[in-house]
C-alpha cells in the first residue's frame, strides 16, 4: 500500500515562509500533487511535480526527491488567506489521487 | 479546467435512508472519482467511475453501499444506501481536466452529509 506523513499543523506570522515536508512510502507512483482547502470548501490544486527538482508557481513551490521518497510545499511572503488545510497526495497514471493527512497552516498577524 | 456541479449541497438524513449524490461537469471527462471527507479528515478515495463500465472500488467500500452510475461522459451518480450517523461526510466529486497533468483533479464544492 501507500502511505503518506505530513506535519498536522504549522503556525507562522504574515510575510514569513513555511515549508511543509511530505514523506511517503509506495510501491510506485506517478507524481506528487499539493492541495489547498479553506473550511467548508472543495479542495484545490497548487502544485505537482512528476520529476526531482523544485516547481514554483508565484508565492508557491514544490519539491520532489524520489531518491529521498521526501517532497514538500514553500509557502512565500504567507498572508492571512493562507491560512488553510494543505495536503500532499500521490497520483498514479490514471490520475487517482491518494492524499496525507493535512497539515492545518494558520497564520498570524 | 473543469467545472463541476454537485448536488445536494448538503442534507439531513435519517438513520437507514439512502441518498443519491449528482454530480455534473461541463466537459466530457473519462474517469470520475468519488472521495469522501469525513469530519477534520483528510480525503479518502471511494471509487472511480468510467463511463460504460463498472465502477472500481477501492479497499473498504463496496457497491451494495456506494452503487455508483455512470451513464455519460459527463454526470455520474453516488448513492449513500441504508445511511448511519458514521456516513456523515462531505462526499466530493472529481476529474482530471482536458490537457492537464495526471497530479492536478477538480473537485466540485462537495456534498455534505448529516446523518441522525
Known amino acids: 500500500g501507500q502511505s503518506l506523513e505530513q506535519p498536522s499543523e504549522v503556525t507562522a506570522v504574515e510575510g514569513a515562509i513555511v515549508q511543509i515536508n511530505c514523506t511517503y512510502q509506495?510501491?510506485?507512483?506517478?507524481?506528487l500533487s499539493w492541495y489547498q482547502q479553506h473550511d467548508g470548501g472543495a479542495p484545490t490544486f497548487l502544485s505537482y511535480?512528476?520529476?526531482?527538482g523544485l516547481e514554483e508557481t508565484g508565492r508557491f513551490s514544490s519539491f520532489l526527491s524520489r531518491s529521498d521518497s521526501y517532497g514538500y510545499l514553500l509557502l512565500q511572503e504567507l498572508q492571512m488567506k493562507d491560512s488553510a488545510s494543505y495536503f500532499c497526495?500521490?497520483?498514479?497514471?490514471?490520475?487517482?489521487?491518494?492524499f496525507g493527512a493535512g497539515t492545518q497552516v494558520v497564520v498570524t498577524p | 479546467s473543469a467545472v463541476i456541479s454537485q448536488k445536494p449541497s448538503r442534507d439531513i438524513c435519517q438513520r437507514g435512508t439512502s441518498l443519491t449524490i449528482q454530480c455534473q461537469v461541463d466537459?466530457?471527462?473519462?474517469?470520475m472519482f468519488w472521495y469522501r471527507q469525513q469530519p477534520g479528515q483528510s480525503l479518502t478515495l471511494i471509487a472511480t467511475?468510467?463511463?460504460?463500465?463498472?465502477?472500481?472500488?477501492e479497499s473498504g467500500f463496496v457497491i451494495d453501499k456506494f452503487p455508483i452510475s455512470r451513464p455519460n461522459l459527463t454526470f455520474s451518480t453516488l448513492t449513500v444506501s441504508n445511511m448511519s450517523p458514521e456516513d456523515s461526510s462531505i462526499y466530493l466529486c472529481?476529474?482530471?481536466?482536458?490537457?492537464?497533468?495526471?497530479?492536478?483533479?477538480?473537485f466540485g464544492e462537495g456534498s455534505r452529509l448529516t446523518v441522525l
Open positions: 472529481s476529474v482530471g481536466g482536458v490537457g492537464s497533468s495526471t497530479g492536478e483533479l477538480f
Open positions: 509506495t510501491s510506485g507512483f506517478y507524481g
Open positions: 511535480n512528476a520529476l526531482d
Open positions: 497526495a500521490l497520483s498514479d497514471s490514471w490520475g487517482k489521487l491518494q
Open positions: 466537459s466530457q471527462v473519462t474517469m
Open positions: 467511475a468510467n463511463q460504460g463500465s463498472e465502477a472500481t472500488y
